[in-house]
């Protein structure tokens, strides 16, 4: 081994006398700035890191008192980031790369979806405001092409790399297609566990997709009936911290008394289309719509699922259409009228779960007399 190739393995520096591995591709002998992340030395140019108005640019312009001197930034008292050493060498690759290298992350055969994950993370971070735009767009495209379908089949890992950069770069298409892929591989993938699901979206405040998750968690509990007794054993959630654990048992108590009042209580009511004539509507559309509730009623009575009013809400919109003799314009508002259902459901599954969000005095809706 020569002695450059040994400089380019360790270099001494004055950060606690320790040594630290050069980067393999992004430590530039030519470089004139020289950065530090997990022990890994990079060193790069300076006019790169000031381009596209960066936070770097504001380090390095003022002359005056500059918070980054000429006398920083060097091997031997590199300016420490805590980024991650994928982040850092995104950015590096977005920096130095070539028109070529550039053109192969729109061909689904060459993309690197999680360096370009972690280059919209970084680039978030140090205003680099086009190769943020760049990178989130390419991920976009990604994720809508029916011929790659990463978010199908890439790790929890690269999953929450996407939908870190989606949320940082206030992306809402991109959270939800991540969001939608993260649910339906809980019910298939078994490498998938609701456990991170859950903890991601404890770290990053997402209620939506907590109340999502916990939901899936909900559906996989089947009773068990204990022997010799006429008691049931609580399923296990041995994955999940006690404090979720709760939350999934406070789920399952409130949306099973929905589930209840909705099958039994407050059903959904036939909507009268203006067109349908009274009596038309009480003798035909009226009956047909209780009909086919009662059997809804009835499929799920022997279901062992304890508890998923969304399918409920979901099998009468099927049934609804199977009313040959209902006013056609009965079916279609009655139609609208279940998406109502479904769809405030979904705005409040997290309610379930974590508790109603309650409104302070200020947020209320005044009451006007």
């Avoid at 590096?92 to 280059?119: F, G, H, K, M």
Wanted: glycine share 2%; hydrophobic share 40%; net charge neutral.
């Amino acid at each position: 081994m020569s002695s450059q190739e040994s400089k380019k393995k360790s270099v001494n520096t004055k950060r606690e006398s320790s040594f630290f591995a050069c980067h393999p591709e992004y430590y530039k002998e030519d470089g004139d700035f020289t950065i530090l992340v997990e022990n890994t030395l990079f060193k790069v140019h300076r006019f790169l890191l000031s381009r596209d108005s960066s936070a770097f640019a504001d380090m390095f312009k003022d002359a005056v008192a500059p918070r980054v001197s000429s006398r920083d930034a060097t091997d031997e008292r590199p300016l420490l980031l805590h980024d991650s050493w994928e982040e850092l060498s995104a950015l590096c690759w977005a920096l130095y790369a070539l028109p070529t290298e550039v053109i192969l992350q729109e061909d689904d055969s060459t993309v690197n979806i999680p360096r370009l994950a972690n280059l919209a993370i970084i680039a978030n971070k140090y205003h680099f405001v086009s190769y943020e735009r760049w990178s989130i767009a390419a991920l976009q495209k990604c994720a809508q092409r029916q011929s790659f379908r990463f978010l199908e089949t890439g790790t929890v890992t690269l999953l929450r790399q996407v939908f870190t950069a989606a949320i940082l770069c206030n992306e809402p298409t991109l959270q939800e297609q991540v969001e939608s892929a993260w649910i339906s591989r809980l019910r298939w993938d078994k490498t998938m566990s609701t456990a991170d699901a859950i903890a991601f979206g404890e770290r990053h405040n997402l209620r939506r997709l907590q109340g999502r998750v916990y939901y899936e968690a909900l559906l996989k509990m089947k009773p068990i009936p204990a022997e010799n007794t006429t008691a049931f054993a609580q399923p296990a959630t041995s994955s999940l911290t006690s404090s979720q654990t709760e939350r999934l048992q406070q789920g399952y108590f409130s949306l099973s008394n929905y589930h209840r009042r909705l099958l039994f209580v407050n059903p959904p009511q036939i909507v009268k289309s203006p067109a349908c004539p009274d009596v038309h509507h009480d003798s035909i559309c009226r009956v047909e719509w209780d009909y086919r509730w009662s059997t809804v009623v009835y499929f799920f009575m022997q279901k062992e699922e304890t508890v998923n009013p969304r399918s409920a809400i979901l099998e009468m919109q099927t049934r609804t259409n199977q009313c040959p003799s209902t006013h056609r314009g009965c079916i279609q508002a009655s139609a609208a009228g279940l998406s109502t259902t479904l769809a405030h459901l979904d705005a409040t599954l997290a309610d379930h779960f974590l508790g109603p969000i309650l409104l302070t005095p200020r947020e209320s809706v005044p009451v006007h007399s």
